[in-house]
């Protein structure tokens, strides 16, 4: 179809979970619940960097800026499905579209890099541990985030131009509860996207899948090294399982919801892939990174014990 006969949106329409009231209201005290919990858990790991001289390391410099990140990342949709929740009519202005369409990969790539990041500290930590210092430090580990934010700025502006320069037409209708590259491609009343695809391939195939092959390498050889130091084997192993698990919560559902197979509109399997890695994920990982390190658990109660005997004075 040509872009004459496509129309200009002031705003899109979100289908959001449920038309469901009595569902409705049981979402937003879930989500708001969630978001509560997921930024003041990240804050606190923050604070506990920031606060607390033992940890300022390579690794829990990597932390709290990943801990930042997953506060963007959350914040970028769940505010505006609660309001939608509010409301009977659910939906974001083409300018509030754009912003959500540039910052959710922008966030989602920077983690990726940063788990990669993580990754390749705990494998020179645990492999080499003699030139550990050398080869990590704050301005090695300053250097890898800025890069990360700057691979995943660019990416991320191309798929938001690309993607907003469509013609749209027919009905403003996005299937889920924010602005994401698939349900906007859906909208597109022309058949030339191949672009748009071809990019969200090469994307995954280097911007995704490169820092996942590195992390995947990197624990191949901690584990490799851990076997072989019995002696260090409980406590090297357990710097590294919170660093897994959040792994594999962040890419299983990524790959899933954006390589899968898909069909015209969003089945219930994949608007709950997307709101566990929009949503669970930000929320899981202040307590995976929190439950089996001891420095962030005293860190953290040192702080929590500041801001009692604050409020009581």
């Known amino acids: ?140 580990c300053s250097i890898l985030i800025a890069v990360s934010w700057l691979i995943a700025a660019i990416n991320s502006l191309i798929h938001t131009v690309l993607t907003l320069n469509l013609p749209f037409c027919g009905h403003n209708v996005l299937d889920g509860f924010f602005c994401d590259i698939p349900p906007l491609l859906k909208l597109a009343c022309t058949n030339n996207i191949l672009i748009n695809h071809v990019l969200i391939f090469v994307s995954g195939s280097f911007i995704l899948a490169g820092p996942f092959i590195l992390t995947v390498i990197s624990y191949m050889r901690i584990i490799a090294t851990i076997v072989r130091l019995s002696s260090r084997k409980r406590k090297a192993f357990s710097t590294c399982t919170s660093h897994i698990t959040a792994v594999a919560l962040f890419y299983v559902p990524s790959v899933s919801m954006y390589f899968g197979h898909k069909s015209s509109q969003m089945t219930i399997q994949d608007k709950t892939t997307t709101v566990i890695y929009a949503v669970i994920v930000p929320l899981l990982n202040p307590f995976i990174y929190s439950i089996r390190n001891n420095d962030v658990k005293v860190a953290v109660k040192k702080i929590l014990n500041k801001i009692i005997v604050y409020r009581r004075c």
Do not use: W
């Open 1 to 140: 179809m040509n872009r004459e006969n496509s129309t200009t949106f002031n705003f899109f329409t979100l289908s959001g979970l449920s038309d469901v009231l009595e569902i409705q209201i049981l979402l937003f005290i879930t989500f708001v619940f969630i978001y509560i919990i997921s930024v003041s858990g990240n804050v606190l790991i923050i604070f506990a960097y920031t606060f607390s001289p033992s940890m300022h390391t390579p690794m829990y410099f990597c932390l709290a800026n990943f801990s930042f990140l997953e506060i963007c990342y959350i914040s970028t949709t769940v505010p505006n499905f609660l309001s939608n929740l509010l409301t009977t009519q659910k939906t974001i202005s083409f300018f509030g579209c754009a912003i959500q369409l540039f910052c959710f990969p922008l966030f989602g790539v920077t983690e990726c890099f940063i788990l990669a990041t993580m990754a390749y500290d705990r494998y020179n930590a645990i492999c080499h541990p003699l030139l550990y210092n050398a080869l990590m430090n704050k301005r090695t």
